[in-house]
Nanobody, 127 residues
Framework: QLQLVESGGGLVQPGGSLRLSCVVS????????IGWFRQAPGKEREGVSC????????NYVDSVKGRFTISRDNAKNTAYLQMNSLKPEDTAVYYC????????????????????WGQGTQVTVSS
């Protein structure tokens, strides 16, 4: 079993930045690819970014490319999502998720492919 806990959400003005963290406890963190997802009210959960177990492979949904950066520190069992140039349409609950995956190249895995999830953190972009 893994436990995932997100933090770092909040209210930010358009153009601002936030860094989300996902602390993972349980089994070996470096066995798992990590994904960040978001869900806005009335919308389906959307994949935002994924990172491979060793951090060498990343992938992003087109709408966040150039603005968001995913990373991880396996020594701290933590994954991050740095979000810059935030827009109102980025407003959502953001979730991190873990999937056992040894590959370096990571596709944008679908939500159904992840086995463990955090509880989510709210990100609101508004003036």
């Amino acid at each position: 079993q893994l436990q995932l806990v997100e933090s770092g959400g909040g209210l930010v003005q358009p153009g601002g930045s936030l860094r989300l963290s996902c602390v993972v406890s349980g089994r070996n963190f470096d066995y798992y690819a990590i994904g960040w997802f978001r869900q806005a009210p009335g919308k389906e959960r959307e994949g935002v970014s994924c990172i491979s177990s060793n951090g060498d492979g990343t992938n992003y949904v087109d709408s966040v490319k150039g603005r968001f950066t995913i990373s991880r520190d396996n020594a701290k069992n933590t994954a991050y999502l740095q979000m810059n140039s935030l827009k109102p349409e980025d407003t959502a609950v953001y979730y991190c998720a873990a999937k056992a995956y040894a590959g370096t190249a990571v596709p944008m895995f679908a939500a159904r492919e992840f086995d463990w999830w955090g509880q989510g953190t709210q990100v609101t972009v508004s003036s």
